[in-house]
């Protein structure tokens, strides 16, 4: 039993109208009664990109605690406004993509999503920075989520879900582009590559684990550059990830870093949480430790959602896929 709280101060809802969780909106405004809020700031966008805005908004409202109903793209520019200023987030994972909210444990299920945004405990999280913009779950060029998913699935029997999703970009048709990548100001890896990316949980966009120990609190950033070409290179990639993780393959370089910088030999669009930016040809990118305080499941141990007391009454959905 969650223990009884007095009242919650001040708390802001920052939704995205299109998205859609349980019985939605309405039903979120009952749960926030029930919860015993003070005041209550009310934000609604169209779309995610509006949501900063308000964001700042509610932090300048004295908001202790910022609820955001969407999903990662929608999280990500709501973390972005947010990080530092030390105000608590909770997540409703309303969105078609919720990586970062199931990689904390937060289940696509809106009286649960509420119980633990306002009974939760609070963790710092870090966040990642590219070109000064904040994301949650990973950011990188040369990646086509919806290309992974046609990624041979009988592979991911065979391997470890980071080597499946390593080898899945054997189907990115982009072709290689020059690459200079600075780990912490020491060159880490100077050729041609056709996909980097960084990532700040180990679940990513398109919903598969790309980095084997990726943990959101210790201050660090998961890096990967992949420079496979052609069949044979990758038959050869195949057969050593078969048998072995990931990041012994030689076609794929993982490290992990406080600072990445990396020179395109040409412009490419890069990605920050699921979202296109702009076309670059430089990217740095940076690990923000603790710069993000978001109310999680308690206990959370680092990986996986603490069973709770008796099971939730069936809701009718698919069980959650989780790593034994
Ligand atoms: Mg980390």
Known sequence: MAKKQGKVGTVAVIAHQRKSLGGGLDELRRLLADEGVGELLWYEVPKSKKAPKKARKAVKEGADLVIVWGGDGMVQRCVDALAGSGTRVG????????????????PEDLPEAVRIAFHGEDRKLDLGRVNGEH???MAGVGFDAEMIKDADRGLKDRMGR???FWTGLRHVRGELVTMKIKVDG????????SCVLFGNVGTITGGIEAFDDARPDDGWLEVGVTTASGPIQWARTLGRMSVSRSDSSPFVRMTRARKVTVKL????????DGG???TVTRLKAEVVPGGLILRAPRPAPSDERPAPSGERAGTGREPEVTRA
């Open 276 to 278: 296109a930016k702009g």
């Open 186 to 193: 020491t060159p880490w890896f100077e050729g041609e590559a």
């Open 162 to 164: 980071a080597a499946y």
């Open 135 to 137: 994301f949650a779950v």
């Open 265 to 272: 030999g040409r412009a490419m669009s890069y990605e920050l």
């Open 91 to 106: 997540i409703i994972p309303a969105g078609t993509a919720n990586m970062f909210a199931k990689n904390l444990g937060i």
